[in-house]
């Protein structure tokens, strides 16, 4: 089993950028397609977006596109989600997850998770 820990959340201005990190333990964190989801106070757990094994294929929820980037790094286990533009509407605790699969979106479809970091974005 794979673990994960988030980092690099915090408080930020509108407009501004955060740099979330993911580090897994283990050596297989290649295997993994790694995802991005949100979860703010009294909503479902929402996708933000997924990156493919080799990081080759990425995909974002249309509420992100175009502000959010993922990336990944095998040889330190770690991926990385780059938000840039950053809205009111973006606070929420933010979680990193694995799945065998590419393509999820969907929370339930994702194996292991780690414990979220909280981001929040002042108006």
């Known amino acids: 089993q794979v673990q994960l820990v988030e980092s690099g959340g915090g408080l930020v201005q509108a407009g501004g950028s955060l740099r979330l990190s993911c580090a897994a333990s283990?050596?297989?964190?290649?295997?993994?397609?790694m995802g991005w989801f949100r979860q703010a106070p009294g909503k479902e757990r929402e996708f933000v977006g997924g990156i493919s094994w080799s990081g080759a294929r990425t995909y974002y929820a249309d509420s992100v596109l175009g502000r959010f980037t993922i990336s990944r790094d095998n040889a330190k286990s770690t991926a990385y989600l780059q938000m840039n533009g950053l809205k009111p509407e973006d606070t929420a605790v933010y979680y990193c997850a694995g799945d065998l699969k590419y393509g999820s979106r969907d929370y339930y479809e994702y194996d292991f998770w780690g414990q979220g970091t909280q981001v929040t974005v002042s108006s």
């Open positions: 283990g050596r297989t964190f290649s295997s993994y397609v």
